[in-house]
């Protein structure tokens, strides 16, 4: 059954939304960069993971993980890095969406840290260029990659993290879900037996194929 909104209130203009946040501090105005410090550079030298959104033509949207050892994505220059693509299913949503409009916001994660690196800007999808065989891992050249133009760079606060204690073991619980398997057999493989689905989401589903 549809949720009744007609009870919510809801915001529609900045003036609305600025009546309940406030007004931002020049701090953070400020700490917006349109080129990479070396900050952020040692950071995507210790970053292996990096959330990237689009959105398409249309407005749909997308965040797309993309992880690899730490420094995987490469500084061409002071506006300029890219992000190897690796094997995957093949959706390529943040791909089709950069091809219909090449906006996109990207946040990089260090393990056990709780700020984290903003970048916003234009990308392009690249089949082949020089820097190529400096993104191969594990003997992997990849066949894509995804060019990004720097528009801004900064760091974000840690409160979401500590909110969350993200990175505090004794908060895990990766049992409060439905294993993959079970997932998989209710919404995407349903014909498949339980227990096939259980041994190819086995211990070494996520090590297989990785790279090829």
């Known amino acids: 059954m549809a949720t009744d909104t007609g009870a919510f209130e809801e915001i529609t203009t900045e003036g609305e939304l600025s009546e309940i946040l406030g007004e931002p501090t020049a701090v953070a105005l400020g700490k917006e960069r349109r080129t990479l410090h070396e900050h952020h550079a040692r950071w995507l030298e210790a970053s292996p993971l990096c959330l990237i959104s689009t959105s398409g033509a249309d407005g749909t949207c997308d965040v797309s993980p993309k992880g690899d050892p730490a420094g995987f994505a490469k ?32 946040l990089f994660l ?62 895990w619980n990766p049992e409060a879900a439905p294993s993959r398997a079970r997932i998989s057999k209710s919404l995407e493989r349903t014909h498949e037996p339980l227990e096939e689905l259980e041994r190819y989401y086995g211990p070494s589903y996520d090590e297989k194929n990785m790279y090829i």
């Open 75 to 106: 500084v061409l220059d002071d506006t300029t890095l890219v992000i190897p693509d690796r094997p995957g299913n093949r959706r390529a949503d943040s791909f089709r969406n950069i091809l219909a409009n090449p906006h996109v916001g990207l």
């Open 110 to 171: 260090i393990p056990g840290r709780g700020d984290s690196l903003r970048i916003n800007g234009r990308a392009r999808l690249l089949r082949d260029a020089p820097f190529f065989d400096e993104l191969t891992v594990q003997g992997h050249r990849p066949t894509l990659a995804l060019l990004v133009e720097v528009e801004q760079a900064y760091f974000h606060c840690s409160r979401a993290f500590v909110r969350s204690a993200l990175w505090k073991p004794e908060t």
